[in-house]
C-alpha cells in the first residue's frame, strides 16, 4: 500500500470492492519527455493503466479525478483527457489548488466538473521549449494542436469557441504573457467548470449518478418482466 501512495497516489488500485476510485493528477504533466528530478510529476504511463484496471472492474461505479496541476505536456495530457472522457464509469472531476495549461481539458473531461472557492485555471495557447524551426509547417502543426485542445474542450464543457479564444488570448490579466485566469466561481460563470463545490460535494455527486443508474436498471429490469 506504501508503494501504491507514493507511485501511484492511490492504495490497492483495481483490488478492493470499493464502487468508487479516486485518481490524483498533481504537478506537471510528464509525458515522454522526463522532467527534473526535484519536480512533483503525474506520469502519463502511470494514469493509463489505471484507468485501464478500472474500465475492467465491475465492482467500480464512479472515478474522483481530483487535480491540482501546474500544466505540461499536451499530448500526454489530452492522451489522459480522452481516455477519461471515454471511461464507461461516471466520472466527476474536483479542482484543487488548480488545473491550468493542459490541465483545463483534464478538468472538463468528467461526466461532471467541481472547482474548489480558491482554485485557479490558467487559460492559454500552446507554447514549445526548445528548438523551433521558423518555417510555415511549424505555425501549421501549433495551429492544429491548438484546434484539438479547443475542440475538446467546448466539447466537455459549456464554453463556447469564441469565449474560450478571448479568454486564451487576453492581453490583461499575465504581464509577460497573454491568457487568462480563471478564480473558483469564474470557472463556473464561463460553463468550464459545472459548480463550485469541495470534496463532499464531488463525492455525493458521483453517488448520486452510481444511484440513479441503479434505479434506472432496476425499472428496466422491471419493465422486461412485466412484458
Known amino acids: 500500500m506504501v508503494e501504491d501512495i507514493k507511485q501511484l497516489g492511490t492504495p490497492n488500485l483495481g483490488l478492493d470492492n470499493k464502487e468508487i476510485q479516486c485518481i490524483t493528477i498533481i504537478g506537471e504533466i510528464e509525458g515522454h519527455m522526463m522532467s527534473a528530478p526535484q519536480k512533483k510529476t503525474t506520469k502519463y504511463e502511470h494514469i493509463i493503466p489505471q484507468l485501464y484496471a478500472i474500465e475492467e472492474n465491475p465492482n467500480i461505479k464512479g472515478v474522483l ?21 471515454s471511461l464507461s ?10 488545473s491550468h495549461s493542459i490541465g483545463v481539458p483534464l478538468a472538463t473531461s468528467g461526466d461532471y466538473s467541481f472547482i474548489a472557492p480558491t482554485a485557479t485555471m490558467t487559460i492559454h495557447p500552446i507554447r514549445m521549449n526548445g528548438l523551433v524551426i521558423g518555417v510555415s509547417e ?11 485542445i479547443t475542440d475538446f474542450i467546448t466539447r466537455t464543457s459549456g464554453i463556447g469557441k469564441e469565449n ?27 460553463d468550464l467548470i459545472n459548480e463550485v463545490g469541495g470534496l463532499k460535494d464531488a ?12 434505479t434506472d436498471e432496476k425499472t428496466d429490469e422491471n419493465s422486461q418482466e412485466n412484458k
Open 65 to 85: 479525478i481530483i487535480l491540482n496541476t501546474v500544466g505540461g505536456d499536451v499530448e500526454a495530457g489530452l492522451a489522459i483527457s480522452e481516455l477519461i472522457n
Open 203 to 214: 463525492i455525493e455527486h458521483l453517488k448520486k449518478l452510481i444511484s440513479d443508474e441503479k
Open 89 to 98: 464509469k461516471h466520472t466527476v472531476t474536483l479542482v484543487l489548488g488548480g
Open 164 to 190: 474560450l479564444n478571448k479568454l486564451m488570448n487576453s492581453r490583461d490579466e499575465l504581464v509577460n504573457d497573454v491568457g487568462s485566469v480563471l478564480i473558483g466561481k469564474e470557472a463556473v460563470e464561463y
Open 138 to 148: 511549424t505555425f501549421e502543426y501549433f495551429r492544429k494542436m491548438q484546434q484539438r
